[in-house]
């Protein structure tokens, strides 16, 4: 399938943003891991500064020719103009990310480069000896990668250009998480004992030399990294930040706006969480009603058992939405539940299939050394990663890839985007009835709280805003990290572990955070608008066909996604 359209003929936007992914899956080895391209492919990446120039390049190249491309494309081939509007925004949102010099300081507690690196393992096919040693080779070259990571950081030191102390010491304690294990050579030891035997000790001695290799890194942020950005901050400012939200979301935010907008969707959710709190612990409030769920109310014993709830959680809402809500082909109703490798940030994710379905998408549970999971947060969080979240869309984007390109579908993926429809996807679910229970209801509320506290946190810490006069905490003072993570306990019924790990990832990932509440109110911005067109016409509005027109439009950024949406 990839193969097929990935092509060098022509000089349409679609074929060009596919020429993009083929030059740049060969640039950056991780990346055709990640699409199921060049399996025979033992590289790792480039992570020297000179690697990350070459890409800035690609993309720029890219781009130069973006503009002869569309010149053959006449002017009502929608196709190829929604493709090639995609592929010019990304490509300069990138590009202004990589001339900041942010490759000098990729250090951050997840997305970074040695993240990806290990993460690249997990999702290569490891089914017959010739796949094992694949995975051997490449594994031999992660010394080597690890080191070109360790002169990009460096070299930002030289420059000036540092990541904030609070990441630092983070992946040095991730890091140290995956050095453990009863394995030598920590995760990369654990993650090779399944070898064929034949293979057995040569893996375990690239585990081995892997393992010194991250423990080398590990002593250098501690030893030199850290003291040299002891005095940095850890927000990034206005300017910064501004090209991290044009980066994550597709869009030249109003800040303000948002920031505004988030603290009245705070006062809206605080209300409905105390209503539905009542039905929970009544008289005590919705903190200790959350509180009550996670120490006393049900849950799963046993990671292995949380495991297969969460793939029964996704199995039964295909069964149910499958034919009325959506119209999914076979290959996008397989979904896998996993467990996350040690060392995780704590936050679930989704990986998204390989282009061929030979991998299928899988949700990733952090265990976190935890041997019992409080379920009243769970069901929403799987609505969010799995079914209809994460998975619909992507696995979606993957199976009509023949009709967009791949880059539409993967590569030039708009987080906010992502994010927004998965977020929308917990909604739809609480409007079908699937959160009656009112502990998961709670936990539904609770999701969304905590992702309008992401907007009033992420852009009140990283631009320098202060808590309104409305505000129940601390009105009129800053928002520093410090004032962020109180305010987020006070309101957001997470254990605190989850929650000191997510105000690490907001200062390590500026501007991500915001894209989820931003996201899903562009989302239902778009249904309601098309909703409000068919209505007007004297037409029904079809759900279900809307959501399959949306889903099979590939990427788009927030500044045409509600356009298009309402078109629908």
């Avoid at 990640?34 to 190249?61: I, V």
């Avoid at 004992?193 to 290799?213: C, K, M, N, T, Y």
């Avoid at 619909?392 to 890839?401: E, F, H, I, N, T």
């Amino acid at each position: 399938m990839a193969e097929e359209l990935i092509t060098t003929d022509g000089t349409t936007p679609r074929r060009l943003a596919d020429d993009y992914v083929r030059e740049l899956a060969e640039l950056n080895p991780l990346i055709a891991v990640y699409l199921g391209l060049n399996p025979e492919d033992d590289r790792l990446p480039d992570l020297s500064p000179a690697g990350s120039e070459a890409l800035a390049d690609l993309a720029r190249r890219t781009l130069a020719r973006l503009q002869d491309a569309e010149r053959s494309v006449a002017p009502d081939d929608d196709a190829e103009h929604r493709c090639a509007r995609l592929l010019r925004e990304r490509l300069t949102a990138e590009i202004a990310v990589h001339d900041a010099g942010e490759n000098y300081r990729s250090l951050r507690n997840l997305g970074s480069p040695v993240h990806d690196l290990r993460e690249s393992f997990t999702l290569m096919a490891t089914d017959t000896e010739a796949q094992w040693q694949v995975v051997g080779r490449r594994l031999a070259r992660v010394p080597l990668a690890l080191e070109q990571y360790r002169q990009t950081l460096a070299e930002g030191v030289e420059r000036g250009l540092l990541s904030g102390p609070r990441q630092v010491s983070t992946v040095i304690g991730q890091l140290a998480d995956w050095l453990e294990g009863e394995n030598p050579g920590g995760w990369f030891g654990t993650f090779v004992q399944d070898a064929p035997e034949s293979l057995r000790a040569e893996l375990a001695g690239h585990a081995v030399a892997g393992a010194e290799a991250l423990a080398a890194l590990r002593d250098w942020l501690r030893d030199v990294y850290g003291p040299a950005v002891a005095d940095t901050p850890d927000p990034v400012g206005r300017e910064r930040y501004g090209r991290f939200v044009r980066f994550w979301t597709g869009s030249d935010l109003d800040l303000d706006e948002a920031y505004a907008w988030a603290w009245s969707e705070f006062h809206d959710l605080r209300a409905q969480m105390e209503t539905e709190a009542e039905k929970v612990l009544p008289g005590q409030g919705p903190m200790a009603a959350m509180k009550w769920l996670e120490t006393d109310g049900p849950a799963v014993e046993g990671s292995e058992n949380a495991r297969e709830y969460l793939q029964g959680l996704m199995d039964q809402a295909i069964r149910d939405l499958q034919g009325i809500h959506f119209d999914l082909a076979e290959p996008v109703t397989r979904v896998e539940s996993r467990l996350a490798p040690a060392g995780s940030a704590a936050a679930p994710y989704y990986t998204q299939p390989s282009l061929d379905f030979s991998r299928p998408g899988r949700t990733w549970l952090p265990v976190l050394g935890e041997d019992r999971f409080p379920v009243w947060d769970l069901v929403s969080t799987w609505y969010h990663e799995g079914v209809p979240g994460h998975h619909l869309q992507l696995a979606q984007w993957v199976y009509v890839a023949d009709r967009l390109s791949t880059y539409q579908v993967s590569l030039g993926g708009v987080s906010a985007n992502m994010e927004g429809w998965a977020l929308y996807a917990e909604r739809l679910m609480d409007e079908l009835g699937y959160l009656t229970d009112p502990g998961h209801r709670l936990g539904y509320l609770n999701a969304q709280m905590m992702r309008a506290l992401r907007v009033i946190v992420d852009i009140g810490m990283h631009v320098g805003l202060d808590f309104p006069a409305d505000s129940p905490y601390r009105p009129g003072e800053s928002v520093t990290p410090e004032h962020a993570r109180e305010f987020f306990g006070l309101y957001c019924g997470l254990p605190a572990d989850f929650l000191d790990s997510e105000l690490v990832r907001y200062l390590g990932l500026p501007g991500q955070a915001i894209g989820y509440k931003l996201g899903e109110r562009a989302w239902l911005s778009g249904r309601a608008a098309a909703r409000a067109a068919h209505e007007a016409r004297g037409e029904e509005f079809d759900l279900k066909a809307w959501h399959m027109a949306a889903l099979s439009q590939g990427s788009l950024g927030l500044d045409d996604l509600v356009a298009e949406l309402s078109a629908l």
